[in-house]
């Protein structure tokens, strides 16, 4: 397990927290399609990504969800993390997207390892400022980019994430999380099929 952990999180070199990770932490599998986090849930734990990806989206005031950003190994969710320290609910939703392994970390080794060890402590600090730096993308993409920019971009980073060029998902799954219709999507994917750029299946993308 020790050896998993090292390769999935390379910057936590201090072989003490290693130890404690293994020892404490709690190791879990979740298959397709499971609810790691509610919204509203008492948070108790942090995941730590071993491997495979988790989608994390928060339901707005018009009661519809939105997308934020995907982890996957290496990742821990900051909006979690933000809960073990101030002690309130979630207030998003963590969906394995793919078989998925993760370390479950309890709230009190969450914060007394930032106290205790340099490694967790900045890995903690990375993980916030990189989900913050995902979120302003993502604003940017909305504010700035039309449609058929967003949707690119969309599919190269599921390409690069799951390191396939063949994207298993849905027209309608896309356009959930792209905040769009399905109809606007399936035009805009057969646009960029004629341009040469994605092969369309049945529930899958080839890039191109």
Same mark, same amino acid.
């Given at each position: %397990?020790?050896?998993?952990?090292?390769?999935?999180?390379?910057?936590?070199?201090?072989? !003490?927290?290693?130890?404690?990770?293994?020892?404490? #932490?709690?190791?879990?599998?979740?298959?397709? #399609?499971?609810?790691?986090?509610?919204?509203?849930?008492?948070? +108790?734990? !942090?995941?730590?990504?071993? $491997?495979?990806?988790?989608?994390?989206?928060?339901?707005?005031?018009? #009661?519809?969800?939105? /997308?934020?950003?995907?982890?996957?190994?290496?990742? +821990?969710? !900051?909006? +979690?993390?933000?809960?073990?320290?101030?002690?309130?609910?979630? &207030?998003?939703?963590?969906?394995?997207?793919?078989?998925?392994?993760?370390?479950?970390? $309890?709230?009190?080794?969450?914060? @007394?390892?930032?106290?205790?060890?340099?490694?967790?402590?900045?890995?903690? %600090?990375?993980?916030?400022?990189?989900? /913050?730096?995902?979120?302003?993308?993502?604003?940017?993409?909305?504010?700035?980019?039309?449609?058929?920019?967003?949707?690119? $971009?969309?599919?190269?980073?599921?390409?690069?994430?799951?390191?396939? @060029? &063949?994207? &298993?998902?849905?027209?309608?799954?896309?356009?959930?999380?792209?905040? +769009?219709?399905?109809?606007?999507? @399936?035009?805009?994917?057969?646009?960029?099929?004629?341009?040469?750029?994605? &092969?369309? #299946?049945?529930?899958?993308?080839?890039?191109?």
């Amino acid at each position: %397990m020790k050896t998993k952990i090292r390769k999935a999180l390379p910057g936590i070199t201090e072989i !003490a927290l290693l130890d404690e990770i293994a020892k404490e #932490g709690i190791y879990r599998v979740f298959s397709e #399609g499971d609810n790691i986090i509610n919204v509203g849930d008492y948070i +108790t734990f !942090a995941p730590l990504v071993l $491997s495979g990806n988790i989608r994390v989206s928060r339901i707005n005031e018009d #009661g519809k969800e939105v /997308f934020l950003y995907y982890l996957k190994q290496g990742d +821990t969710c !900051a909006d +979690t993390l933000q809960c073990c320290y101030t002690n309130k609910k979630s &207030q998003i939703n963590a969906i394995a997207e793919e078989e998925t392994e993760v370390i479950l970390v $309890s709230i009190l080794n969450v914060n @007394s390892w930032s106290s205790k060890y340099k490694s967790w402590k900045e890995f903690v %600090m990375l993980s916030f400022k990189e989900k /913050f730096n995902q979120l302003l993308e993502a604003l940017d993409s909305i504010a700035f980019q039309k449609v058929d920019e967003r949707l690119l $971009s969309y599919l190269k980073k599921k390409e690069e994430m799951s390191n396939d @060029s &063949q994207i &298993q998902i849905t027209h309608h799954e896309i356009a959930r999380d792209l905040n +769009t219709s399905r109809e606007v999507i @399936s035009r805009l994917l057969k646009a960029l099929e004629s341009k040469g750029l994605v &092969q369309l #299946g049945r529930n899958s993308i080839k890039m191109l």
